[in-house]
């Protein structure tokens, strides 16, 4: 319990250390970018919106994958957990 707790904590520190620094980097780097890959072009957006549009997507991204990642795996390392608590009295 304290544990879960603990990560919880730090998964909401590391978060909040990013959303600083996005907010840091966007407010320093108010130029205008524009992307590009092969022939296509976007608009000119200041570089901190790029940023923060591109984290946001990242831990969407992660987010949505990140069940689909654990769908491969069997199911034989629950049964393996069930095995090993043995109550004493069957003994």
């Avoid at 992307?35 to 296509?40: E, G, M, T």
């Amino acid at each position: 319990m304290i544990l879960k707790l603990l990560a919880n904590f730090l998964i909401l520190v590391i978060i909040a250390v990013w959303v600083v620094a996005i907010a840091l980097i966007s407010v320093q780097n108010a130029t205008s970018v524009s992307l590009r890959f092969l022939v296509f072009q976007s608009i000119q957006i200041p570089f901190g919106l790029m940023l923060a549009f591109s984290v946001a997507f990242g831990l969407l991204g992660t987010a949505v994958l990140q069940p689909l990642w654990g769908l491969g795996e069997s199911q034989s390392r629950v049964d393996e957990d069930a095995e090993f608590f043995v109550d004493d009295e069957d003994f």
